[in-house]
């Protein structure tokens, strides 16, 4: 089965150094991946995808993603966090059985300290 | 602007009873989604759809029904609430084309069966 692990509960971070955001992957074929965020009380949001061409992935809010596949990871990355991207991330890939349909890693808990 | 919504943001309901979880979207997506959210074991798929009157089982069907009568509308159904099944319920949506697009989610429901 395509699953995706994201190692950390939580990642804490100062604001204004930058922020990373593991996930790691296990597919067979080609890798769809996702980065989802899901503020307080909300619902997830997209925030970027990997289907095919450049390894760097940019996404909404600053954010960018790196495919690596000798790694078989695809980390999200931030230059210079800000306490507004204090939430919940997800990881997420491709699953098998068609129609958009998507595993999901547990989340990870991004803290930014003012 | 993408627009799903959730017939509830909380529920309280009593263990036995039968529950009905609405969700609705106003983008003509073919695909519609019922997850749930637990803490540290991110979004589980319980149900989904692809076409109206569709649906396919997820990861975690057991205790949980579907119905989908128009294309726009996804229903959960909990035919006999168990206290297992308190939750973060999410829906989603999402057409179905090439590049693999992603999915909008609602709100959420928290349920509570007591």
């Known amino acids: 089965a395509q699953s995706v692990a994201q190692p950390e509960d939580q990642v804490n971070v100062a604001e204004g150094n930058p922020l990373t955001v593991k996930c790691t992957y296990s597919v067979s074929g080609n890798p769809y991946l996702f980065w989802y965020v899901q503020y307080p009380n909300r619902g997830l949001q997209f925030l970027l995808k990997?289907?095919?061409?450049?390894?760097l992935v940019k996404g909404s809010y600053g954010f960018e993603a790196e495919f690596n596949k000798s790694q078989t990871s695809f980390h999200l990355k931030k230059p210079s966090a800000l306490v507004s991207d204090s939430a919940l991330y997800f990881c997420?890939?491709?699953?098998?059985?068609?129609?958009?349909?998507?595993?999901f890693g547990k989340g990870n808990q991004v803290v930014v300290i003012p | 602007d993408v627009k799903v919504t959730q017939s509830s943001r909380y529920l309280v309901k009593r263990t036995g009873e039968k529950v009905f979880l609405e969700c609705v979207q106003d983008?003509?997506?073919?695909?519609m989604f019922w997850y749930r959210q637990d803490p540290g074991l991110g979004l589980r798929l319980i149900y989904f759809?692809?076409?109206?009157?569709?649906?396919e089982k997820g990861d975690i069907p057991e205790g949980y029904s579907v119905s989908r009568e128009k294309k726009e509308r996804f229903s959960l159904i909990l035919e006999s609430a168990s206290t297992n099944q308190t939750s973060m319920y999410l829906c989603a949506s999402s057409f179905t084309g090439t590049g693999f697009p992603e999915q909008f989610f609602g709100p959420g429901t928290r349920l509570t069966v007591l």
């Open positions: 990997y289907i095919t061409g450049d390894n």
């Open positions: 997420a890939v491709r699953d098998i059985g068609g129609n958009n349909r998507l595993a």
């Open positions: 983008m003509d997506h073919e695909n």
């Open positions: 759809s692809y076409d109206v009157k569709m649906k």
